[in-house]
């Protein structure tokens, strides 16, 4: 296989398992909505990835505020800001004009497939990075290798559900940082950490523990996902 980026979810959920609102509006899972541990997560990236949805429902800016974390960042070695990357079947419904492709400073990357309407494509090349790798759904390997030949050495995947269930099934995840809030949301059709089709209990993936944190209102967990081979 290819090498490809050090790939690490950070996602936050509500005590019941949920990542969002039944009707997909992006919401608090804790009481007290500190995004320190989101934020924190943030500085050690190379690039940040999000679901298609994520990115069109959201249009999250996926900036570094604080300039205490940019500084870190420097120190690092890193620019100011990670890489904004999307998985984006089609684009046709991607806010140009919103916060994903105008805040912050940093380079914006789309990977799409063959669904995407070649005169959006033009469009979108004028403001950002695309590669259409995929007649439906973008192949996954094949992005991370490439991000990986960009230089880019740990990405940092925040969701949606559809998304991590794609990568954990590809055996593309390495670790999970993950928030449990003290709200419990409900909803049958509300996403979860992992959606897609699933998995059956042979091919369901294993993790390993590595830390629990508590806070006032959430807990942090941290796991390594066992390798396939
Ligand atoms: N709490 C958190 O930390 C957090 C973080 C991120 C997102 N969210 C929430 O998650 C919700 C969206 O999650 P979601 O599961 O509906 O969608 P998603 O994971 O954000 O996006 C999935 C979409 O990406 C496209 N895609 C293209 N190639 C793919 C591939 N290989 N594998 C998977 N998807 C691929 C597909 O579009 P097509 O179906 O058109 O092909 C798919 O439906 C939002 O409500 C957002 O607020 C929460």
């Known amino acids: 296989m290819k090498k490809r980026p050090f790939v690490f979810l950070c996602t936050g959920m509500s005590l019941d398992g949920k990542i969002s609102t039944a009707k997909r509006i992006d919401t608090r ?3 007290d909505d500190d995004r320190n541990f989101l934020y924190d997560l943030r500085v050690p990236c190379d690039a940040i990835m999000m ?3 994520t990115v069109i429902l959201d249009d999250p800016g996926l900036t570094v505020k604080s300039v205490r974390r940019q500084k870190q960042r420097l120190a690092l070695g890193k620019t100011k800001e990670p890489v904004k990357v999307g998985i984006v079947s089609d684009i046709s419904k991607l806010k140009i004009n919103g916060d994903f492709f105008n805040k912050g400073d940093a380079k914006k990357i789309i990977f799409t497939t063959e669904r995407s309407p070649k005169t959006k494509i033009n469009e979108l090349r004028k403001i950002a990075d ?3 790798y995929g007649k439906q759904k ?3 390997k094949k992005a991370l ?3 990986y030949e960009l230089g880019i050495k740990s990405v940092m995947a925040e969701g949606g559900g559809e998304l991590i269930f794609s990568l954990l099934k590809d055996d593309l995840v390495d670790e ?3 928030k449990i809030g003290d709200l419990i949301l409900g909803g049958r059709n509300a996403p979860t950490l992992c959606d897609g089709e699933g998995f059956a209990g042979t091919t369901a993936k294993q993790v390993r523990l590595i830390s629990l944190k508590r806070k006032n209102s959430y807990l942090m967990l941290k796991y ?3 390798r396939v081979n």
């Open 29 to 31: 899972i804790t009481t």
């Open 51 to 53: 679901g298609g949805r």
């Open 130 to 132: 695309i590669y259409v």
């Open 138 to 140: 973008v192949n996954l």
């Open 145 to 147: 290798s490439k991000l």
């Open 176 to 178: 999970i940082n993950l």
């Open 224 to 226: 390594k996902v066992k």
